[in-house]
């Protein structure tokens, strides 16, 4: 079975997004996305989605056709669709990154390293800083380097 990688963005027509509308989409998202083997991240920064979603083609093509016809947003722009061999974003069936409520040391290094528009990270335009924020949000997740622990060392 052929799997692939398609990365797109869109516009929220609600602004700003409803935090519990975000809720329910990442949850049943991420009990769809695990029936269909599909894994991914969504970020937000201020209106403006970014996801990413790896899994079988078949899968993957069906739910982005769900995707587009979705009214929660607008202009959906494919970015890239490749078939692959390795997964990146294999941590999550889905996992929502609001750059917005990153603490604020994350969130700055974000906002010098991609720049801000309005007060939000600016989403790159070229493919491969758009790999490069994704990349980051996923370490940021994985890695929650303000969750250090402040216990003295023994």
């Not at 969504?42 to 979603?53: I, K, T």
């Not at 587009?68 to 494919?78: A, N, W």
């Not at 600016?122 to 250090?148: F, G, K, N, Q």
Request: glycine share 4%; hydrophobic share 35%; proline share 5%.
């Amino acid at each position: 079975m052929s799997h692939c990688r398609l990365i797109y963005q869109s516009t929220s027509v609600r602004s700003p997004v409803d935090n519990e509308d975000l809720r329910d989409l990442i949850e049943r998202s991420t009990e769809n996305n695990k029936a269909a083997g599909i894994t991914g991240l969504l970020l937000l920064s201020g209106n403006r989605f970014l996801q990413v979603l790896e899994g079988p083609s078949d899968a993957v093509n069906a739910l982005f056709g769900r995707i587009i016809r979705d009214k929660r947003h607008r202009d959906v722009q494919l970015l890239t669709y490749e078939h692959i061999g390795e997964v990146y974003f294999d941590d999550w069936n889905m996992y929502l990154v609001d750059l917005f409520d990153l603490p604020k040391a994350p969130r700055e290094y974000l906002a010098r390293k991609y720049s801000t528009h309005e007060g939000t990270v600016r989403i790159p335009s070229r493919l491969h800083e758009v790999y490069a924020l994704l990349l980051d949000a996923r370490s940021i997740c994985l890695t929650r380097p303000w969750e250090a622990s402040t216990a003295e060392p023994a």
